[in-house]
């Protein structure tokens, strides 16, 4: 067994983002590492639910030894096992967001020894994080381009401040990860998006939503927003959102997202994520921000060289890139393109010695 690995929780982004990755690639990798400092740069710092179950989540999925797992802990020893494949639960018991639980898990599943099947439950559409949708309607495209893929069913919506969703995710495993270059956009095909409203909340709300963000793209072509309410037996609390996406001509996906909330103009709702699409697009990016730094374990991982082009470098991706090349020994390169960013690296070309050939 490796010497345990320090990585200290306070620096740069300072939050969950380090304790998911250094999980992650503790597992893959079967390197034992001690997180210190955790969540220093939170209010409150420390383990919440849903890092704690995260951690469990993939402690489970290889047989992890674990110090200091518990709601509040600042620091966590985790020395890994075996990955294997099979049917995990995780559940945050709050609204917890189950895309953050997915980003540590996924790339765990993709080099287990045979097929994962992970229901997860939580929160779908939860604040500070990609809504469920997000992940399945860009960030997928995108792994697929890493030689990766899963499939989705989402069973229950759960909303801030019960939660409750419940989210079923199926994987095989991959013998390698391929290297990606995304630095060509090409044009945008389509825009997409859905406008939702759930629970007692009246369904105009989700045609304002769209409205909104129709009118911030109005410069832009082929834009279809669907407007809808969610059945009560899939959502049965109030909350309203939309989700956009889009995909170009070669084969980039890029998406933006927004919730409403109590006090905010539904128009302005749509308006705040059409905006956020709008400044990816205009920056000639073939990431978002929201997959920019998601993409960063992929790479690090991946067979050969990859390379990306990224608007502004975010400070998660910023961190992603701090542990990756702490714990998988890689190199990453940052250059600047005007407004654009080429993030590129070489990876460990890592092989699932479980996985003889595709």
């Keep these: 067994m490796s010497q345990t690995l320090n990585i200290d929780g306070s620096v740069l982004e300072g939050g969950g983002q380090i304790l998911r990755i250094s999980i992650s690639l503790s597992a893959i990798l079967g ?30 999925m290889c047989q992890a030894k674990m110090k200091g797992a518990n709601i509040g802990s600042t620091e966590i020893e985790f020395i890994p096992g075996k990955l294997r494949g099979g049917h995990y639960l995780a559940d945050t018991q709050t609204a917890g967001s189950i895309s953050l639980l997915l980003q540590v898990a996924l790339p765990c599943a993709l080099f287990a020894d045979s097929g994962v099947t992970l229901d997860l439950r939580g929160g ?13 309607r860009v960030f997928r ?24 969703g419940h989210v079923r995710v199926k994987m095989n495993p991959v013998r390698s990860i391929s290297g990606v270059c995304l630095t060509e956009r090409g044009h945008i095909l389509e ?8 629970g007692t909340l009246p369904i105009k709300l989700a045609y304002l939503m769209a ?23 899939m959502a049965p609390d109030n909350c309203n959102g939309i989700i956009l996406s889009c995909s ?45 730094d998601q993409v960063i374990l992929y790479m690090a991982l991946a067979e050969g060289r990859s ?30 393109e005007g407004e654009q960013n080429l993030i590129e690296c070489t990876g460990l070309g890592l092989i699932n010695k479980f996985i003889l050939g595709e």
Excluded at 124 to 136: F, G, K, S, V, W
Excluded at 213 to 224: D, G, S
């Design 307 to 336: 390379c990306v082009r990224a608007g502004e470098v975010t400070l998660h991706t910023r961190t992603a890139i701090h542990v990756c090349e702490m714990i998988a020994k890689v190199k990453f390169n940052i250059q600047q």
């Design 124 to 136: 779908t559409n939860a604040d500070m994080a990609p809504q469920i949708d997000y992940m399945e």
């Design 31 to 60: 390197i034992p590492v001690r997180v210190t400092n955790i969540r220093a740069g939170r209010s409150k710092p420390g383990l919440a639910a849903q890092h704690l179950k995260g951690i469990q989540l993939v402690a489970t």
């Design 211 to 233: 409205d909104g963000a129709k009118r911030e793209l109005t410069t832009e072509h082929n834009v279809n927003i669907h407007s809808y309410k969610e059945d009560r037996h």
């Design 141 to 164: 495209n995108i792994l697929k381009r890493f030689n990766a893929d899963f499939n989705m069913n989402i069973l229950r919506r759960g909303y801030f401040p019960k939660g409750g």
């Design 248 to 292: 170009s001509s070669s084969g980039c996906a890029l998406g933006a997202d927004a919730l409403g909330r109590r006090g905010t103009d539904a128009a302005d709702v749509g308006r705040l994520a059409a905006h956020a699409l709008r400044t990816t697009l205009r920056s000639g990016a073939c990431l978002d921000p929201h997959a920019q």
């Design 191 to 198: 825009i997409t998006g859905t406008s939702f409203v759930a």
